[in-house]
């Protein structure tokens, strides 16, 4: 409905939850192309790999209330995502993505 009305401004709250990794990539490359476009969207999104290949800046919102914002590449990072979601994660590089893995 949202890409019937062409609006400039997407809000979107887990737009991809439920969705198999297929479908999961067709959803947040054309919410990316509508970003590269102009367009504005903002999204909420749980899964950090996601956000790291899609997102261009992030805010990571903690329990205690504290919040960052910033460009993805440097606000998503092991020791903050330690502090945000309380396991360890570990990053690896694969080509030009960074991916994080829960260890």
């Not at 990539?25 to 476009?37: F, N, P």
């Not at 999104?45 to 460009?71: I, K, Q």
Request: hydrophobic content about 40%; some cysteine.
């Amino acid at each position: 409905m949202l890409l019937c009305q062409t609006s400039q401004t997407c809000l979107l709250d887990e737009p991809t939850n439920h969705l198999d990794p297929a479908h999961e990539k067709v959803v947040l490359s054309l919410l990316r192309q509508l970003a590269d476009e102009g367009h504005g969207v903002a999204a909420s999104l749980h899964d950090v790999n996601a956000a790291s290949r899609y997102c261009d800046r992030c805010l990571l919102l903690f329990g205690d209330g504290e919040w960052m914002v910033g460009p993805t590449a440097e606000v998503l990072d092991e020791d903050t995502l330690l502090r945000l979601y309380g396991i360890r994660m570990q990053q690896f590089e694969q080509g030009s993505q960074r991916l994080f893995l829960a260890t």
